[in-house]
């Protein structure tokens, strides 16, 4: 049971107001979920505020951990610095942990501050921010978490202190061989020849993910293997534009649009190759979530990716928005079952030694054991 003592002297159990503002479980509110469940698990106590109606508001916890489900509209729902204030008043909580962007940021870190209770700041993203904006906001929090040292050599630059900086990697749980799906179950979910060769792409449809870079490669790699499909699962602001575009370009009838399934690392398995031709991405959930079941990935060689994807180890790395790049990288995967194997294998090896969820509760465990002794 993970304890520490408070200024009298007497011992506590550690107690954590995690705040993330996502409505649904895409990465970084799926590392909340799996952060709380494993600190449940070594007896501490989280208290979860999230948006009321989100996706993680409705997972299964265990005891340790309660929902607070609470009206969250974004950045300048200013009444939500003092709904985290009143949930300290209530709860007394030993620290903060705020998750995300949203409205979660600046004003959970005001919040905290006016609570005075020690605040970390999960970061996730490489975003450049305004250099006015760093010394405004990145005062609000007694440490930062970034997910990839990417994410910490980009804020180290915009003027955030290192010494305010833990790196801890973001994690995913290893997969449940009891309820991974046969190939053919996945054939006949998304309506695919036996003989198809699948490609997958799983992400937000948002610009930096790339899917115009697939957009462009795909016609080559469809005459080299016609037997190649595609699934593009997801949503986002630019599906319906994205969609349109595939629809011109005359490849409805090789690419599906699944939509976002929350079972999808039950058949992720199935893939023959995960693409992600990403032009920014802090870490890359999804690349996590293949390696660990034995899909090779072509992805790009730009934010965090790299530490995650060792070119020629566990898959291809190309550069950012090269189609040409892209079509090459198929080709050698399709072309050869044994190197998709072989690297398959490797990813596999790298996610159970290097990005365990255990590793990434102990790693913000450290943290809020820094703060609080």
Not at 144 to 162: N, Q
Not at 245 to 263: C, H, I, Y
Request: charged fraction near 25%.
């Amino acid at each position: 049971m993970v304890a520490w003592r408070d200024d009298t002297g007497a011992r506590k159990t550690l107690k954590v107001l995690h705040v993330e503002t996502g409505m649904r479980l895409y990465g970084g509110a799926l590392q909340v979920a799996c952060l709380v469940r494993g600190l449940a698990a070594r007896g501490v106590e989280s208290l979860l505020l999230c948006p009321a109606g989100s996706a993680i508001s409705a997972e299964g916890y265990p005891e340790k951990v309660s929902v607070f489900a609470t009206p969250m509209r974004g950045d300048l729902d200013i009444p939500f610095a003092w709904r985290v204030k009143r949930m300290v008043r209530r709860f007394h909580p030993d620290l903060i942990h705020l998750h995300s962007r949203r409205g979660a940021d600046w004003l959970g870190g005001i919040g905290a501050r006016l609570s005075g209770v020690p605040v970390v700041l999960s970061r996730r993203v490489t975003n450049p921010e305004p250099r006015w904006v760093v010394p405004l906001k990145y005062r609000l929090f007694d440490r930062v978490v970034t997910i990839s040292r990417a994410i910490r050599d980009g804020l180290v630059a915009a003027g955030v202190p290192d010494s305010l900086i833990r790196v801890v990697h973001s994690a995913v749980p290893r997969p449940d061989p009891l309820i991974q799906w046969p190939r053919q179950r996945l054939l006949s979910e998304f309506g695919l020849p036996a003989d198809a060769l699948i490609l997958g792409m799983a992400a937000q449809f948002i610009r930096r993910k790339g899917h115009d870079v697939l957009l462009e490669a795909l016609p080559e790699i469809l005459s080299r293997f016609p037997r190649a499909r595609v699934l593009l699962f997801g949503k986002g602001g630019l599906e319906e534009d994205i969609r349109r575009k595939f629809q011109v370009a005359g490849l409805t009838e090789v690419v599906r649009f699944p939509g976002f399934r929350s079972d999808l690392t039950d058949f992720l398995g199935c893939l023959d190759v995960l693409v992600h031709p990403a032009y920014d991405e802090g870490l890359g959930i999804i690349l996590l979530q293949s390696c660990a079941v034995g899909v090779p990935v072509v992805t790009t060689a730009v934010g965090g990716i790299p530490e995650i994807v060792r070119d020629r180890v566990n898959g291809l790395l190309i550069p950012a928005g090269d189609a040409a790049a892209l079509v090459g990288a198929v080709d050698q995967l399709l072309q050869a079952k044994d190197l998709r194997v072989r690297l398959g294998r490797a990813g596999r090896e790298i996610v159970e030694r290097e990005f365990s969820v255990d590793q990434m509760v102990e790693g913000n465990l450290a943290v809020y054991r820094e703060l609080l002794e």
